[in-house]
């Protein structure tokens, strides 16, 4: 059986740690996150915690990781997701927004998501996601 890396914990992790994983206004998955590394601190290892906070092996093993790779920082964010990258640059979505607030079209009291996205040389469907 194969052993996880330990997990040493500074004061001043363990006790951000224990903060993020018993307070009211954090998100569910963020103090699941630091409940996992503060059991991974104590010695337990992946399938422990799985069996404990009723998670898979994989999920604590892939934060165990993360924190160690890169601390409470890497617990507290999502990790950038596959997928294709966006058109609609932001320059783009900024000209969207001060277009609507700041004109108006012609014969029309405000703009639709197609006439909007003719007006940018869009489709409507990059105007309606952003």
């Known amino acids: 059986m194969r052993k996880a890396d330990a997990v040493e914990l500074t004061e001043?992790?363990?006790?951000?740690?224990r903060i993020l994983s018993k307070r009211k206004r954090v998100e569910?998955?963020?103090a699941e996150r630091a409940r996992i590394v503060l059991l991974a601190a104590q010695g337990k290892?992946?399938?422990e915690m799985g069996a404990e906070l009723g998670i898979e092996?994989?999920?604590a093993a892939r934060w165990r990781g993360r924190f160690?790779?890169?601390?409470?920082?890497?617990?507290?964010?999502a990790a950038p997701r596959p997928g294709r990258p966006?058109?609609?640059?932001?320059?783009?979505?900024a000209e969207g927004v001060r277009v609507?607030?700041?004109?108006?079209?012609?014969?029309?009291t405000h703009w639709s998501t197609r006439r909007l996205a003719r007006h940018l040389g869009t489709?409507?469907?990059?105007v309606s996601r952003n």
Not at 12 to 17: F, K, M, P, V
Not at 68 to 77: D, Y
Not at 86 to 93: I, M, N
Request: glycine share 4%; net charge positive.
């Open 12 to 17: 001043a992790d363990d006790r951000r740690l």
């Open 28 to 30: 569910a998955r963020v």
């Open 45 to 47: 290892q992946n399938v």
């Open 57 to 59: 092996r994989r999920v």
């Open 68 to 77: 160690l790779t890169q601390g409470i920082a890497g617990l507290l964010r």
């Open 86 to 93: 966006r058109k609609f640059a932001a320059q783009r979505e």
């Open 100 to 108: 609507t607030l700041e004109q108006t079209p012609p014969a029309a």
């Open 123 to 126: 489709n409507k469907d990059q």
